[in-house]
């Protein structure tokens, strides 16, 4: 019997081979998120691992060469006039591999994700074949290897060069004149962006989206360039996320009164019905819009509430810090006024305000407040910096009941467990002073000159009471029994007994006097 023409392939083999036969760097048609394997719970790829549709690399590259981007980038620029003084078939060329470096860089995109040439090729073929030339360049085969492979020669041969088709006219563009004050009048401020364009391709579909439907605009790149604001936590070296809004370079002022006039700031919930006209009516980016509570703001006033909300911000740090200082206490005896006649008449000696009995409200004088702290330090490195003050003292080292601390801050509530800890913790800092050089340094150093050390100070009077109001009932009782029951607290259980026997005889002797 005759062989079949064909041979049988096990499946684990088929599938190797159709892998095998798979770019790893073709983007796929939508961005998703990485893949995880439930199974074992680990993540089979890495998260950061940027995913482009074909549409999103041509808006990258297009960003890339736009007028913006010619004026701000001086090396660019150059190099584009540069190649403007060639002849004319080889005019405005530029190496495609050199403006991806510039259109993937905002996107902090390594090599090893980057898209390949041929990818960007036919994305810009695909969508901005109106607005870019691509061509190849071909050499013979024998060049490449008269250069070794560690030459960077040998990578350059070959490969595209891309050219914007305007480029006889670039000279003479008018942005070449423009100056900051001029882009930034043509910046406007967008908020409320719809979630799912929270990237600057995404940004930048969504606007023209808006603007799909808008009569007689023959501008071909509206979007001249994206900024997404920083966090004031973030390093110099992060990314920035869009959180949301952004500042948007538009081409011309229409069309940023276009946006301006038809979700102004003060109306977030839906488009102004009278200056509407010019946008896309009934289209998924309208709709979406309308949903999120789209709204936008010249950026000029966005720059006057930024430094209205940076000075309020200063304002109310400045006042917690105050809020904290001790307050001044008058220790002459003849600003006191005389105590009162039933004062006087009661001959039975009450105990001090100051001690903490088993009926006071809260524990006095367990509440320090710690300033000058690292802004990125946390709850257990202070913890085992502060205990370590009670080492060489005869109280607990597991005083600290409670950090009342939050991330971010420079400044912290320690609850202590007696009042003692208070001042053991207060006089170590104050005659050895140091300061946190990280974060997650827990043992501290001595301060530079322009440095400030770690400060402490007992909280008492109102705005102890204050703080411990706020502490739920079931905590401040616990504080309290525990600031009784301290052994190192200078507060024994005879003096709360008798505390308690001056309390029930005080109320027997108003009891008798009423009846």
């Known amino acids: 019997m005759a062989s079949p023409s064909f041979a049988f392939i096990p499946r684990n083999i088929s599938k190797g081979r159709r892998q095998q036969g798979t770019s790893a760097h073709v983007p796929s048609s939508h961005p998703g998120p990485s893949v995880i394997d ?31 981007a010619l004026w701000v980038d001086s090396d660019l620029r150059r190099k584009t006039e540069e190649s403007l003084q060639r002849e004319e078939h080889d005019a405005g060329f530029l190496p495609l591999s050199y403006l991806m470096r510039r259109a993937f860089g905002k996107e902090s995109v390594s090599q090893e994700y980057m898209p390949t040439e041929a990818n960007v090729v036919k994305a810009i073929r695909s969508h901005a074949g109106d607005m870019l030339e691509v061509r190849m360049l ?37 942005t070449r004149e423009f100056t900051r004050s001029k882009w930034d009048d043509l910046t406007i401020y ?100 309308t949903k999120f509570g789209f709204r936008t703001l010249p950026k000029a006033r966005w720059d006057q509430l930024n430094e209205e909300y940076l000075a309020y911000r200063q304002k109310l740090i400045n006042e917690l810090a105050n809020a904290n200082d001790p307050p001044d206490v008058l ?21 001090p305000t100051n001690v903490t009995t088993m009926y006071s409200p809260y524990p006095f004088g367990c509440l320090v407040f710690v300033r000058n702290l690292h802004l990125e330090t946390n709850k257990t490195t202070l913890r085992t910096l502060f205990t370590a003050a009670f080492e060489s003292s005869p109280v607990d080292p597991t005083g600290i009941d409670y950090i009342d601390f939050s991330k971010g801050m420079d400044s912290c509530y320690l609850r202590l467990a007696s009042p ?7 006089d170590r800092f104050s005659s050895q002073p140091v300061v946190q050089s990280r974060g997650l340094d827990d043992i501290g150093k001595t301060p530079g000159a322009s440095q400030k050390a770690i400060a402490m100070e007992i909280i008492e009077g109102k705005k102890e009471e204050v703080y411990w109001e706020k502490v739920p009932e079931k905590v401040r009782r616990q504080a309290v029994e525990k600031a009784v029951k ?9 003096l709360a007994h008798t505390a308690h026997e001056h309390s029930e005889e005080s109320r027997l002797r108003k009891k008798r006097n009423r009846s």
């Open 331 to 351: 220790h002459d005896s003849d600003v006191l006024g005389p105590a009162p006649k039933d004062i006087l008449e009661d001959n039975v000696p009450t105990p």
């Open 420 to 426: 003692e800890h208070g001042r053991v913790l207060v």
């Open 486 to 494: 301290a052994p190192n607290g200078k507060q024994s259980s005879a």
């Open 38 to 68: 439930k199974g074992k719970g680990k993540v089979s790829e890495p998260l950061a691992k940027p995913v482009y549709n074909e549409q999103d690399i041509s808006i990258l590259v297009v960003l890339a060469f736009s007028d913006y």
């Open 190 to 289: 967008m908020e409320n962006i719809p979630a799912q364009y929270h990237t600057i391709p995404g940004i930048i579909r969504f606007a023209q989206g808006l603007l799909s439907q808008r009569p007689g605009s023959s501008a071909p790149v509206p979007i001249q360039n994206v900024t997404l604001p920083p966090h004031h936590l973030d390093k110099s070296e992060d990314r920035p996320k869009c959180k949301g809004f952004a500042l948007v370079t538009l081409c011309n002022t229409e069309l940023c009164q276009i946006f301006l006039e038809s979700w102004p700031w003060t109306r977030p919930s839906q488009p102004s019905g009278s200056a509407s006209v010019g946008l896309a009516e009934d289209n998924l980016e309208t709709n979406e819009a």
């Open 138 to 174: 071909v050499s013979a085969p024998s060049a490449s290897a008269w250069y070794p492979s560690w030459k960077p020669e040998r990578s350059s041969v070959g490969g595209y060069e891309v050219r914007r088709k305007d480029w006889s006219s670039l000279l003479d563009n008018v």
